[in-house]
T-cell receptor, first 113, second 114 residues
Framework: AQSVTQLDSHVSVSEGTPVLLRCNYSSSYSPSLFWYVQHPNKGLQLLLKYTSAATLVKGINGFEAEFKKSETSFHLTKPSAHMSDAAEYFCVVRLKGGFKTIFGAGTRLFVKA | DTAVSQTPKYLVTQMGNDKSIKCEQNLGHDTMYWYKQDSKKFLKIMFSYNNKELIINETVPNRFSPKSPDKAHLNLHINSLELGDSAVYFC?????????????FGPGTRLTVT
């Protein structure tokens, strides 16, 4: 069965320090992988996506993620956190056909001044 | 311009009522979706629809039905509302139905059933 596991429900960092949000997936097929961000009381915004091209994907706002097939991981990183990065982050797997869209449980990122 | 819009933003209603949530996208996308986000922020896909095909998540009660008057709109009708229907509902769209295409989400509709 296909699944997405976000390994941390909460991550807290200080402003200016690196961010690492972890995501592991399980899929019988080659998936497309996405990271979305949701600010409080807002809709979801796409940060980046992987669709079988380059394994290191750069997204908006300085975020990037690396697809590692051997580890079935797609961790999200940012070199230096900003206060405005505080939000909920979702790792998403989309499987062939597109309807099979599976969201991770989310990781809440806190950024301390 | 808002790419994916939903109305209303908030909806408070009583058990047993029937309600609708409207969704419009101005991106020219072929495929639209409805998602439910529960109180623990967990998101689950409910429907996927393009002009040829409606795909329904088998776990969604048949009290929920999507209706698409045209390619730019996908409304969600809910009959006989129950307490457990309280959630935030998101509409989304994507250029095509394939897995490689990202989805663009609306701002959400917070439904509260009392």
């Amino acid at each position: 069965a296909q699944s997405v596991t976000q390994l941390d429900s909460h991550v807290s960092v200080s402003e200016g320090t690196p961010v690492l949000l972890r995501c592991n997936y399980s899929s019988s097929y080659s998936p497309s992988l996405f990271w979305y961000v949701q600010h409080p009381n807002k809709g979801l915004q796409l940060l980046l996506k992987y669709t079988s091209a380059a394994t290191l994907v750069k997204g908006i706002n300085g975020f990037e993620a690396e697809f590692k097939k051997s580890e079935t991981s797609f961790h999200l990183t940012k070199p230096s956190a900003h206060m405005s990065d505080a939000a909920e982050y979702f790792c998403v797997v989309r499987l062939k056909g597109g309807f099979k869209t599976i969201f991770g449980a989310g990781t809440r990122l806190f950024v301390k001044a | 311009d808002t790419a994916v819009s939903q109305t209303p933003k908030y909806l408070v209603t009583q058990m047993g009522n029937d309600k609708s949530i409207k969704c419009e996208q101005n991106l020219g996308h072929d495929t639209m979706y409805w998602y439910k986000q529960d109180s623990k922020k967990f998101l689950k896909i409910m429907f996927s629809y393009n002009n040829k095909e409606l795909i329904i998540n088998e776990t969604v009660p048949n009290r929920f039905s999507p209706k698409s008057p045209d390619k730019a709109h996908l409304n969600l009708h809910i009959n006989s509302l129950e307490l457990g229907d309280s959630a935030v509902y998101f509409c989304a769209s994507s250029p095509l139905q394939g897995a490689a295409y990202e989805q663009y989400f609306g701002p959400g509709t917070r439904l509260t059933v009392t």
